[in-house]
């Protein structure tokens, strides 16, 4: 989690209200930001990293004075038209096509602002851009630019410059290869052949993106105006890290000035601050928050969240979203806005009137008894997320994305979808676990999440089990075994074996279960290509059955 050290009296400052310290404290909690060390003159703060927008001083004060009731409703920024133009070469678009850019004006640094906006910098580079791939920012000094400004993609040692922290002109190779940050970042975009690079109209170099910048747009002490860049391989994603970006510098003083952006056949103008608007039903938030708020009550408490409402109408709230808001993505968001501008605190818990006894669910039960038939059969349970990686579920199994949910803005490059089906996360089990003794046994009951546009959600969630077996002599026959006691012991005794091409499995050793030709599962030996690619050096064996469609099958029964 993301920390925030924040100097109370410069906090103060940005807020405009001094208050005492139990007081900040309960305002932070209240908006979802967690304690993290408590001192004579500064707070430390952990804040949840699907908030970017808290990665500032700036931004936080921005929330907590809707909270205190300072200034509540959607902030409203001042966008100063363009003067100058970042035209866009089509040579970046394999490496990394996308840029936004602004200009921040008005601003007199001192070296404290420079600490923090770094900070923010940092933290957005992790929270939006998993490290630079998907994002990456550049800060400069704008007195060293000569506008207008070129993004485009070199060769190794087409150019060279100075970069930051270092005395010597380097090419984009030599940076990769010598500097501190290029061995850290550089892997981004080695592989292409390829680097880009945002030159000015002299041809100065200001960055080498996702990399570095140039020690010519260093910022130092007293920059009036800030030139910032953001380029990515999302545009949704490098837009909403420049509002953040902007709107934060806003805050403290500064002008923002937009920037027109020129690629082949398509024009835009950076940054796009204007509100989104957001339908959400009164109705639907007080049947999810328990409450029974009036239309007056569930405005004012958006309006406390910096939330706008343009207008209403019957059980209907159009909602305006502010730009730098990333985390808004579905009217569940909203009405967590309304709880948050109502405060947890007021919220009453009620005890129910009528006596109610608990008891598990039909499908719990009846994943347990699969559990306790699989404990039987010298299987050991594991639990994995949901979440999971799109490379190790399709890459590495050799099959084609089965159009999974992705995930907007991850945390990490290493969850970046819902799992489809079970099997990777047990082959990545055994690939963490090849230091163990052999035979190694492995099954998990665990939901995939399939899309559905005919919900409510768009998806639907699967209950499956798979199991794995490893060790030198395991073999399609062992697993065909097992999965026939496993069905036995549920009491289907009747059901076909099917063959089946599957690329993730070993050719002539993979077939698909059948039950009254409804299709349960697959099982099979893996192949060896997909153990090479999990780093796996013992066979492997493994089944997949839908759980689901099996209960299903034993209703009829």
């Known amino acids: 989690m993301p920390i925030l050290n924040l100097k109370l009296e410069r906090f103060f400052k940005i ?38 927008d808290f990665s ?30 970042l035209k866009v070469d089509k040579s970046v678009k394999t490496v990394r096509p996308w840029v936004v850019a602004a200009y921040v004006e008005g601003l007199n640094l001192s070296a404290e602002e420079i600490e923090e906006l770094i900070a923010m910098q940092e933290d957005l580079h992790w929270v939006v851009g998993r490290n630079r791939r998907k994002v990456a920012i550049g800060l400069h ?42 061995r850290k970042y550089g892997h981004i975009v080695a592989g292409t052949g390829l680097f880009p690079v945002i030159m000015d ?46 709107t934060a510098l806003a805050d403290i003083g500064g002008r923002i000035r937009q920037v027109r952006i020129v690629y082949n056949g398509m024009k835009m103008t950076t940054p796009d601050l204007r509100a989104k608007t957001w339908k959400l039903k009164l109705s639907y938030a007080n049947d999810l928050l328990g409450l029974n708020l009036s239309m007056k009550e569930a405005v004012r408490a958006l309006r406390r969240s910096r939330i706008g409402v343009k207008r209403t109408k ?11 808001r990333l985390d808004i993505m579905h009217p569940v968001d909203l009405v967590e806005e309304i709880a948050i501008g109502l405060g947890y605190e007021n919220l009453q818990p009620i005890v129910p009137r009528t006596l109610g006894f608990g008891k598990l669910h039909p499908s719990t039960n009846f994943e347990d008894v699969c559990r306790e038939i699989m404990f039987g059969l010298g299987f050991t349970e594991v639990v994995n997320f949901t979440l999971s990686n799109s490379t190790r579920d399709y890459r590495w199994m050799k099959v084609e994305p089965q159009n999974p949910v992705r995930i907007l803005n991850p945390v990490s490059a290493e969850y970046d979808i819902l799992r489809t089906w079970l099997l990777p996360s047990l082959l990545y089990n055994l690939t963490m676990n090849k230091h163990n003794p052999y035979p190694q046994r492995l099954f998990e009951i665990g939901d995939v999440l399939v899309i559905d546009e005919s919900s409510d959600e768009g998806v639907r969630r699967e209950t499956r089990l798979a199991f794995v077996s490893s060790y030198a002599d395991t073999s399609f026959s062992e697993v065909k075994s097992v999965t026939e006691e496993f069905l036995r012991n549920l009491g289907l005794k009747e059901w076909n074996l099917k063959e089946v091409e599957h690329v993730s499995f070993i050719e002539g050793r993979v077939a698909e279960l059948e039950v009254n ?32 469609k099996v209960r299903s099958l034993l209703n009829k029964l």
Do not use: C, W
């Not at 909690?29 to 001192?39: D, K, N, P, R």
């Not at 019957?314 to 730098?324: H, K, R, W």
């Open 56 to 85: 500032s001083p700036a931004g936080l004060a921005r929330a907590l004075r809707g909270i205190l009731g300072i200034e509540t409703g959607i902030p409203r920024f001042r966008v100063l038209p363009p003067k100058t133009f």
């Open 314 to 324: 019957g059980d209907m709230i159009f909602a305006e979203v502010p730009a730098y």
């Open 201 to 246: 109209s002299r041809g100065e170099v200001l960055s080498l993106p996702p990399i570095i910048n140039a020690a010519l747009t260093e910022l130092t002490e007293g920059t009036e105006t800030l030139f910032i860049d953001v380029t990515g391989t999302d545009l949704e994603a490098v837009s909403g890290a420049l509002n953040i970006l902007t």
């Open 15 to 52: 807020l405009g209200q001094k208050l005492e310290k139990d007081e900040l404290i309960g305002a932070l909690t209240g908006i979802g930001v967690a304690i993290e060390e408590l001192g004579a003159d500064y707070v430390k703060v952990e804040y949840n990293p699907n908030r970017p």
């Open 517 to 548: 030709g409804v299709k349960i599962g697959i099982m099979g030996e893996i192949s060896p290509e997909v153990l090479e690619a999990f780093g796996i050096t013992m066979p492997v064996s493994a089944v997949e059955i839908q759980l689901q």
């Open 141 to 182: 000094n704008a007195r060293a630019i000569k506008p207008p400004i070129i993004y485009k993609a070199v060769k190794g040692d087409e150019i060279s410059f100075v970069p930051l922290k270092s005395f010597r002109r380097m090419t984009p190779q030599e940076i990769i290869k010598e500097h501190e940050v290029g």
